[in-house]
């Protein structure tokens, strides 16, 4: 199995540049996120999706958007790219049981974005 | 809010050493507990998930301990080998269902041979 996979994974924008960043899962996975890590600060939600349908804000969503059509693809959208939004974006799947119970993170290998 | 705290942010060891990556946490309410493994440029690589009920989870050289109580969790890594140098990232999941992991800023290893 693939697990999650991230493309592209290197990408170069300039400001007020458009662009998505796939991510998709083959491990049937109901819950997916967007982090974004940046040097020394740790890693950082910027939305995630609890199913296909539905998507919810993290703690950074300003400047994104995503969707969720199916349980597999999870792409994140930066519809005016800012030399703020410049760093490695990993997105990851889980499992999360009817009953509540959750199991382990499998992240994808991210991807590294500059805005210049 | 819960905030998870990892120190020290650098470690270098002599290869052989056993040593200890310690993860602390300002909630102890917490769901489950996750280690993972980032190389430079890379993804992260889950290591150890250890549920709030149980008190450690041990995978080949590597063993997770924690105490929700006083609100930390260690790593240990035996015998360590270079090929163990790395990020080491702490990450809480508050609860169960939607909540999202709250990560460290992790722990930089080096193994010097």
């Known amino acids: 199995n693939a697990g999650v996979t991230q493309t592209p994974k290197f990408r170069i924008l300039k400001i007020g540049q458009s662009m998505t960043l796939q991510c998709t899962q083959d491990m049937n996975h109901n819950y997916m996120y967007w982090y974004r890590q940046d040097p020394g600060m740790g890693l950082k939600l910027i939305y995630y999706s609890v199913g296909a349908g539905i998507t919810d804000k993290g703690e950074v969503p300003n400047g994104y958007n995503v969707s969720r059509s199916t349980t597999e693809d999870f792409p994140l959208r930066l519809e005016l790219a800012a030399p703020s939004q410049t760093s490695v974006y990993f997105c990851?799947?889980?499992?999360?049981?009817?009953?509540?119970?959750?199991?382990?993170?499998?992240f994808g290998s991210g991807t590294r974005l500059t805005v210049v | 809010k819960q905030e998870v705290t990892q120190i020290p942010a650098a470690l270098s060891v002599p290869e052989g050493e056993n040593l200890v990556l310690n993860c602390s946490f300002t909630d102890s309410a917490i769901y489950n507990l996750q280690w993972f493994r980032q190389d430079p440029g890379k993804g992260l690589t889950s290591l150890l998930l250890i549920q709030s009920s149980q008190r450690e989870q041990t995978s080949g050289r590597l063993n997770a301990s924690l105490d929700k109580s006083s609100g930390r969790s260690t790593l240990y890594i035996a015998a360590s080998q270079p090929g163990d140098s790395a990020t080491y990232l702490c990450a809480v999941k508050i609860s169960s269902g939607n909540t999202p992991l709250v990560f460290g800023k992790g722990t930089r290893l080096s193994v010097i041979a």
């Open positions: 990851a799947s889980s499992y999360v049981a009817s009953g509540g119970k959750s199991y382990g993170y499998t």
